[in-house]
Each structure stands twice: as structure tokens, then as C-alpha cells.
């Protein structure tokens, strides 16, 4: 966990854990109710999986799927979703392979179809219709249509908080979403991209809106953004302080972002993602720009 | 041994030549069997030998048999074309250029098909909504255009290093670098233009993959590689007396032009062909011919079929740890055949006598 959740949503998860963790005893894998063996690829789609409670039947993983880490350490990693192998691929057994759009290459995926194991692909706009859809997709697949429905209520509810929330907002802030700072090449998140998406559903501005996609940004370019916050993933143990990326002399350390010392860290898959836990990053995202307007 | 790698006398030579061609046969056929029978999937070598025989008509056998038919066998068909073209490109270059450093890269070829490829991975479904047609971009078109890509870049190095029915080599190996910084730049646009999926795409292309290889993939192929690799023992005189010099050569009777015009063609083609298959596989055009230099001299009627032995089953082996190593996911072999095939290298040169010659 990399955000700090509210304790209504501790409980909910504890229990789901709790649940999972029973279901994932030894021995009891094969005995699950539906005998599908599902390869997951793609993190969003092995989050909802997780959440639908197929985590159980999950046989195979790829190397984007890393939540819930503690259900997915003991899972075979067939690799990069768009690297997969087939032999790779079914040497897991599975007799269902649900993978995130663009998984391949495509040689390899009708190999996979050849030997008679079916392929859907699920598609992933970073809007929330998208993660709806998503849900629902995976759920059908996985023949559990019933706590899909369930789930994709229970996050379009979320969605719905989200924008009253974001209705509150007067003055709109200015975000940058930074994937990566290696070496003082800083690469964010511009229009379109799935940080674009996040940032709309926080009702924050991108003040990388200039930029198509994922992009390396000069330093002229981040004092014209001049953003009120900046937004770093969060991957591995070593957290980025606002310290480090406001370095005195720096861009980013010259923007009003390092003068209110507004840095938010998130971790990756949970900011970006698109899956269940969305509308609680966004609520995360929200409040640590907002902390005035959003409470609890 | 009193004598020195690569200086032996012709009939030892001649001896040593056949016991390492006998040799590397044996190689070829103990690695396609290794590559056949291990993989992700456990399946016994007596039920391989099942499938092999029967044809895999057994449906209880129905996966073993997709397994072994469909993708293990093309894919070690494609490697061994692959390496062996490549190791036959890279004998062939250095023998025509004179010079241990060429490789096929020196013609373009890998340049020229890098840029095609970044263009399609980059603007190909860009480019499909411009023209109004349905996505997503067909699969062969990559390939494709890698193909034609090494050839055109190929053929204009050709045409800027040919004067009066003459073709320079030096100029062609000048012009080919600079064509290499030319297309590396236009690659590096294409870079900077692309999105985090097609980066991480265009990043595993220029590692080298035979992970889609299929029986399509096979057929479309083995045309471009197998003449290639029939061909080159014919040019193994010409290229010898090429060792002297160019006018040497030609007083000797040897066509020179004729000769370097039909060697930087079958590259093009060999080569264009490879990386259209398996992306940009490096290090088996530089190290295999060079392996064998040392080991069976520079006389390159040997060393030419020896290069397609060698080259080939280097590739399958590489194919095989890459696919090992990190099961049930696998490693691009580019980074296999660099890692394992870069400290050899310099063995076999610490291990040799004296330097190499070409």
C-alpha cells in the first residue's frame, strides 16, 4: 500500500485479503467452483481478477501485473505483455487468456489460439467508462458476471463521488506528471496519456497539456507549465523527497510547485493503471493537491 | 601446435578443414535436436520421437504435437537461416572489404531496415488513418518493410559508390557509415515522436526475437537465405585471390566487379531477409567467421560453408538459453548472443598466437 486509505476502506481490503488468502491455500486451487486456469495479462486486468475473486484460478501473469504483490509472488511471470512466448504462454496450462489491449506479438497470440486455448483481449481508454467496461469485460470472461456487475456498481458509485467532489473545486490547480526524472531528463505525462486521464478525474489541470503522450520536457517547457504540484511515481523502496526533486538550480525547482513544497508520490500501477482502485487514486491525488477542499 | 592458427599449410589445412566441417554438421544436428526437445513445456523425448515419426495425429497428443510442430521446429528453422545467413554475410564482407571490422551493418542493410522498421512501428497506424483504411496495421508489414528497407538503402550505397561501371569499396564502407549516422538520426526522431508502448516495441525489435517464428515465417524465408547459402561457395575462389587486391585479383581472372556486385547482393538479401524475421541479431556476422578464421584458416572455400555451419547453430544455442533461462517469459537473443558470444570472442583472441587476419 503506497497511499494512505481511509479506514472504511482498510476493513473492506483486510477482508478481501482475508478471503483471498483462504482461497489460496494449498491444495484447493483445482477444486475452485469454474475450472478455468487464466492466464491474466495486464495489471489492470489481474487487479480485477483479484477483486472479483478469481484469484485462485489466476495461472499465469505478466510483468506489468504486480497487485496485489502478496497474491502474485507465487504466480509463473510469462514476461512483457507485447514479448509474450507461446510456448512460454502455455507451459502455464491455462485454458483462458484475458490480456490487456496490445499484448502480443500477434504470432504468438494465434499460436495460442491455435492450441486451443482462447485469447480475448480487453481494451483500455484511461476514462471511466473505460474502467467500467473493463471490468465488466473481464467479469463476463471469467464467467463471473454477477460480481462484475457487483464491482463495476460499486466503483461507478466511486466515480460519482469523485465528481461531486470535483464540482467543489473553484480554482483549478496546475499538475505535472512526471514518470520519470533519470538523469535531468525529466519525462511527463501529456495530453491523452493515462496521467491526462487521472489528472481529469482529480479536477486537475495537466500543465503538460501542450505535449502528446509520454514525453521528455526541457527545462524552458516546465517553467511555461508552471505547475502547482508535481506528481512522481512511487516504484521500489526508494521514495523521491520533495529535497530531491526540487534541487535548487533545477526546473522543477523553480516552479511554484517547490515553493509550496507540493510533491505528491504514488505508486505506479495505482496512479495509472485504470483498474478498480482508480477512483481511490484519484480521491488520493485529489486530496493531497486540494487538502483544504477534501477531507476525510 | 608449432604453427600459428590461420597460417597453416594447405594440406593440413585442407584435413583440419573437413574434420571441422564433419565437426560442425554434427554440432548443427546435436542443437536442432537440443532446441526440438527442451523448452517452457516438459515433454518426454520418447513422445517427441512419437510426434516426429506419426506425424502428431494422435489427439491425445494434440498439444505435444503444436508444441513440437508449430513452434519448436519453425522456430529452430529460423534460427539456424537466421545465424547462418548472418555468419555467411559477415564472412562474406570482411573478405570483399578487406577488413575485420566489417560486418553487414557496413552495407546499410541493418540501417536501412531499422529505419523501416521504426517508421512502421511509429507511423504505420498513423499513417493507415491518413489513407482512410481500417486498423490495426497487418502483421507482415513490418517484416516486409524491413526487407525492402535493407535492400533500398543497399542498393543507393551501390549507386553513390560506383563510377564508371566501377564500384569503390572503400567508398561504399565510407558512405555506409555515414548512412548509418544518417538513418540512426532519422531512427532517433522516430524515438523522440513515439509513445511508451511503441518505444518498449521499437526497443524489443532492435533486440532480435525468434519468438513468433512459425511455418509462414519459415516460407517466407528460406527463399531469401538458402540461394544465398548455395551460392557463396562459388564466389570462395574469387574472394581469395581478393585477398591480394583488387588489380591482383583481376590478373588473375577474376571478374572483381562482377564478384562484389553479386557479394553486397546476396548480404543485402541474406541480411534483409534475417532482420525482417527476427529483428537486429548482432555479434554472429562479426565473431563466427573471425572463431573460424582461427581455427581453419582464411581459405574461404572452407570457410564460407563452415561460417553457415557454425553461425547457424550458434544461433539455435543462444535461441535455446533465451528461452531458458528466464522460463516461462524469454530473454531477446540479441542480448544472449552479445553477452555469451563478446567474452568467447576475447578468449579466442587471448588463446590465439597472433592477431587476426583477414
Known amino acids: ?296 | 601446435m608449432g604453427e600459428a592458427p590461420g597460417r597453416v599449410r594447405p594440406a593440413a589445412a585442407r584435413r583440419r578443414g573437413a574434420l571441422v566441417l564433419a565437426g560442425l554438421a554434427a554440432l548443427v544436428i546435436a542443437v536442432a535436436l537440443l532446441s526440438v526437445g527442451v523448452g517452457a513445456i516438459r515433454i518426454a523425448p520418447s513422445r517427441i520421437l512419437d510426434l516426429l515419426v506419426r506425424g502428431g495425429s494422435d489427439p491425445a497428443l494434440a498439444r505435444d504435437a503444436l508444441v513440437i510442430l508449430n513452434i519448436r521446429l519453425p522456430r529452430t528453422l529460423l534460427g539456424f537461416l537466421v545465424g547462418a545467413g548472418l555468419a555467411v554475410s559477415g564472412a562474406l564482407m570482411q573478405g570483399l572489404f578487406r577488413n575485420p571490422l566489417a560486418d553487414p551493418a557496413l552495407v546499410g542493410v541493418s540501417a536501412g531496415a531499422g529505419l523501416a522498421a521504426a517508421v512502421v512501428i511509429v507511423l504505420g497506424d498513423r499513417l493507415l488513418q491518413a489513407l482512410g483504411l481500417p486498423g490495426p496495421l497487418p502483421y507482415a508489414v513490418l517484416p516486409a518493410a524491413a526487407f525492402l528497407g535493407g535492400l533500398a538503402a543497399t542498393l543507393g550505397l551501390s549507386l553513390v559508390a560506383t563510377r564508371a561501371g566501377r564500384t569503390s569499396v572503400a567508398t561504399m564502407l565510407l558512405a555506409g557509415i555515414a548512412l548509418g549516422a544518417l538513418t540512426g538520426a532519422m531512427t532517433g526522431l522516430l524515438v523522440y515522436a513515439s509513445d511508451d508502448r511503441q518505444l518498449r516495441d521499437l526497443t524489443f525489435w532492435s533486440l532480435g526475437s525468434l519468438g513468433g517464428a512459425s511455418w509462414a515465417k519459415v516460407a517466407a524465408t528460406a527463399p531469401a537465405i538458402l540461394p544465398v547459402l548455395v551460392a557463396v561457395p562459388f564466389l570462395g575462389r574469387g574472394l581469395n585471390a581478393l585477398v591480394l587486391g583488387e588489380a591482383e585479383a583481376f590478373h588473375l581472372g577474376i571478374p572483381v566487379e562482377r564478384l562484389k556486385r553479386t557479394a553486397i547482393l546476396l548480404v543485402a538479401v541474406a541480411v534483409g531477409a534475417s532482420v525482417a524475421a527476427a529483428g537486429v541479431i548482432g555479434f554472429i556476422g562479426l565473431v563466427v567467421p573471425h572463431a573460424l578464421r582461427l581455427l581453419i584458416g582464411p581459405e574461404h572455400r572452407r570457410l564460407l560453408p563452415a561460417s553457415a555451419l557454425l553461425g547457424g547453430a550458434l544461433l539455435v544455442l543462444a535461441d535455446v538459453a533465451a528461452r531458458l533461462v528466464v522460463a516461462p517469459a524469454e530473454l531477446p537473443i540479441g542480448i544472449v548472443t552479445a553477452l555469451v558470444g563478446a567474452p568467447v570472442f576475447l578468449w579466442l583472441l587471448l588463446a590465439g598466437t597472433r592477431g587476426i587476419d583477414v
Not at chain 1, 113 to 126: H, L, Y
Not at chain 1, 182 to 197: E, F, K
Open chain 1, 1 to 296: 500500500m503506497t497511499h494512505d486509505p481511509v479506514p472504511a476502506r482498510w476493513t473492506r481490503r483486510a477482508l478481501l485479503a482475508g478471503a483471498l488468502g483462504l482461497a489460496a491455500l494449498p491444495g484447493s486451487p483445482r477444486a475452485a467452483a469454474q475450472a478455468s486456469r487464466i492466464a491474466a495479462l495486464g495489471g489492470a486486468v489481474t487487479e480485477i481478477l483479484y477483486r472479483l475473486g478469481a484469484a485462485d484460478r489466476i495461472v499465469a501473469v505478466d510483468t506489468t501485473s504486480v497487485y496485489p504483490a502478496e497474491v502474485l509472488r507465487e504466480k509463473p511471470n510469462v514476461g512483457y505483455l507485447r514479448a509474450l512466448s507461446a510456448e512460454g504462454l502455455l507451459s502455464a496450462g491455462p485454458d483462458l487468456v484475458i490480456a490487456a489491449e496490445g499484448a502480443g506479438p500477434s504470432d504468438v497470440l494465434s499460436l495460442v489460439r491455435e492450441a486451443g486455448v482462447p485469447v480475448s483481449i480487453v481494451k483500455e481508454p484511461p476514462t471511466p467508462e473505460g474502467v467500467l467496461d473493463k471490468i465488466l469485460a473481464v467479469g463476463r470472461l471469467a464467467g463471473l458476471k454477477g460480481q462484475a456487475e457487483a464491482l463495476a456498481r460499486e466503483v461507478g458509485a466511486q466515480f460519482a463521488g469523485l465528481s461531486r467532489q470535483r464540482a467543489r473545486i473553484t480554482r483549478p490547480a496546475r499538475a505535472l506528471v512526471v514518470l520519470s526524472l533519470a538523469n535531468g531528463r525529466v519525462m511527463v505525462g501529456g495530453r491523452g496519456s493515462t496521467a491526462d486521464g487521472i489528472l481529469a478525474l482529480a479536477g486537475i489541470d495537466n500543465a503538460a497539456a501542450g505535449i502528446e503522450g509520454f514525453k521528455p520536457i526541457t527545462d524552458e517547457a516546465i517553467l511555461a507549465a508552471a505547475p502547482d504540484a508535481v506528481v512522481l511515481m512511487r516504484n521500489g523502496a526508494e521514495a523521491p523527497t520533495p529535497e530531491t526533486t526540487f534541487t535548487p538550480g533545477t526546473a522543477l525547482g523553480q516552479t511554484p510547485a517547490a515553493a509550496k513544497r507540493a510533491l505528491v508520490t504514488m505508486d505506479g500501477l495505482y496512479l495509472l493503471g485504470f483498474g478498480p482502485r482508480t477512483p481511490d487514486a484519484a480521491r488520493d491525488l485529489m486530496r493531497a493537491v486540494y487538502p483544504d477542499l477534501i477531507r476525510g
